[in-house]
């Protein structure tokens, strides 16, 4: 049986979660897998905390909290926000966790035995101020690709290459900001990258055709003459343990240990919900499971290259199918800062807008092929112009005319028949189209089918004036509100993956007899079930009122001052 393995980026325990995280492999995974669920099929989306590395450290000793405290309080504050923003994981774990500790040390276990790791004497970089080695995020620089001015020493946040950190231009001590280094010999074990190029580019070879072409292209000329042996032990005292006897007080390094946290993670699933499945049998290595890491840019590197080659060369899993990369989300055409103030509070914004408008305004600018800008102008005009007019003004119109013209309920005669009417075929038409865009994880597409299924039931409903029919002929206007009211009931079908809140709330209105099986069974266009759900007539529950609020230019344009304020 074809199974479904959705992995979206392990967050890092080290500062709150912005809008850029949200879309670049929260939100769009989160889709994804509810789109799966929603066809009925078997799919899990696995997630959890990072919680190791320098920065970690950096931040502990600041917040003046052990290592295990800082990343324990990180860890509910963002699974706090994922919640807040209807981001459903199946499983949500943790690095500093014994369970996963324990996956690391085999997967170095199967890697060292095939020859794939092994020491090496390298050059770090060490503080002749402070007397420290400054491995990775400990120094800072000008990245020598690029010229971006704040690269770390692991990775440029910019380019998204990873760093050599003896290279870096003008490198800055991060303990206490002296510019005073010299390179140190030390020895270093490394995941010997290299030993494994021909294998790694006989698979990537597989993936031409059905990556995006923002990544394919990008790892295919990266990897064309080589990969790079990397390090993974660093000299720290919060990790896991390096299992050999000659590498004493070494940590295995975040890079890692962290992609084996989606494997951990899904063990320790199966093993709380009572599963009798294998997480490697019936999952990592199952040749029925397509495994999908949602992933911003700046994490490609990790997930189609470094991961892939510890996964085939452990032999512990197999690589992914896709790794749909996102490009970054910028805030009005600038980076987000918090310490410049150029950034959103993300809390203040939910308060404020609610979580339907927001999940919309992201979902449609996802920057799938492009950077993309949130700005607070264009959010007003998409809200206001799409979702409240297209979607919020539709349900409220026709709702609160069928409440109040037919309270008991109308016949069962005029929902008879919907499946072989014109406009469900065009529904169906739509509705195929957004299937086949979520399949390829064009997400914003799969969006805009949605509000063209909601465009049709608005040009339906106004051609038919059910307000001038109940006037000359009130079984014409019964009929027309009952065929209103069955696209309604779709379009809060098909809303599901992508506002799940705005979409419990539609259905809320039909809720008699409408269960999760019915629910998948409209998703996937099987409309006969709806017959059967009105065959004794469709009475509405609760009061209609206006879901989705307009927001007043004014709010937008004191949010612009405020931010354009600093």
């Not at 998204?160 to 303990?175: A, F, H, M, N, S």
């Not at 040009?459 to 696209?487: C, L, M, N, R, V």
Request: aromatic fraction near 12%.
């Amino acid at each position: 049986m074809k199974r479904f393995l959705v992995t979206s980026a392990l967050p890092y325990a080290n500062g709150p979660i912005h809008f850029g995280h949200l879309v670049g492999a929260y939100i769009p995974a989160d889709v994804f897998t509810r789109h799966k669920k929603m066809m009925g099929q078997k799919v899990i989306h696995i997630c959890g905390s990072d919680e190791h590395g320098v920065a970690i450290i950096m931040g502990a000793q600041k917040a003046g909290q052990s290592c295990k405290e800082y990343v324990d309080s990180w860890h509910k504050e963002h699974k706090k926000l994922f919640d807040l923003f209807n981001v459903e994981f199946d499983f949500f774990g943790q690095t500093s966790a014994s369970y996963h500790h324990e996956e690391v040390l085999k997967w170095f276990d199967a890697l060292n035995e095939k020859g794939l790791i092994g020491p090496k004497d390298t050059q770090q970089l060490f503080c002749q101020s402070c007397s420290n080695h400054l491995p990775d995020r400990f120094v800072e620089g000008k990245c020598y690709e690029c010229d971006y001015e704040h690269a770390r020493g692991d990775e440029c946040p910019n380019c998204g290459i990873l760093i050599d950190p003896t290279k870096l231009i003008d490198p800055v001590c991060k303990i206490c900001g002296a510019q005073n280094t010299k390179e140190v010999t030390v020895t270093q074990w490394y995941l010997l990258q290299s030993k494994f190029h021909d294998h790694f580019r006989d698979w990537l070879k597989t993936k031409k055709n059905n990556w995006r072409k923002t990544v394919y292209p990008f790892v295919e000329s990266l990897t064309e003459k080589g990969l790079h042996d990397r390090a993974i032990t660093r000299d720290l005292e919060w990790g896991i343990d390096v299992p050999l006897p000659e590498a004493k007080g070494k940590k295995l390094y975040v890079w890692f240990d962290a992609p084996i946290g989606y494997v951990s993670n899904t063990k320790q699933f199966l093993k709380e919900t009572g599963s009798e499945e294998d997480y490697l049998e019936d999952w990592w290595n199952n040749s029925e499971t397509e495994i999908t890491h949602f992933v911003g840019k700046d994490n490609i590197i990790f997930h189609t290259v470094i991961f892939p080659v510890m996964g085939m060369g452990s032999g512990r899993i197999k690589p992914p199918a896709d790794v749909p990369a996102n490009q970054f989300l910028n805030l009005e055409g600038k980076q987000f800062s918090k310490s410049s103030g150029w950034y959103v509070d993300i809390k203040e914004a939910l308060d404020q807008f609610g979580v339907d408008a927001l999940r919309y305004y992201l979902l449609s600018i996802l920057p799938e092929t492009s950077d993309s800008s949130f700005t607070w102008k264009e959010f007003g005009l998409k809200v206001n112009g799409e979702l409240a007019n297209n979607i919020g003004n539709l349900v409220n119109r026709c709702l609160k005319f069928w409440k109040k013209n037919w309270p008991e309920g109308i016949e069962s005669k005029h929902f008879v028949g919907f499946s072989e009417t014109s406009h469900a075929k065009e529904f169906q038409s739509s509705l195929e189209k957004l299937h086949e865009f979520l399949e390829q994880k064009q997400i914003r597409r799969a969006l805009e089918q949605v509000m063209s299924m909601g465009q049709l039931a608005n040009t339906y409903f106004s051609d038919q004036e059910p307000w001038a029919q109940y006037k000359t002929d009130p079984e014409k206007a019964a009929y027309t509100i009952a065929q209103s009211g069955i696209q309604i009931l779709i379009l809060g079908v098909v809303l599901e993956p992508f506002l799940p809140g705005l979409s419990g709330k539609i259905l809320s209105f039909f809720s008699e007899g409408l269960n999760k099986e019915d629910q998948q069974k409209i998703y996937r266009g099987e409309w006969k079930v709806i017959d059967e759900l009105f065959q004794n007539g469709g009475k509405l529950q609760g009061k209609p009122k206006a879901l989705v609020p307009k927001i007043e230019d004014e709010v937008i344009e004191k949010l612009q001052e405020k931010l354009h304020q600093g």
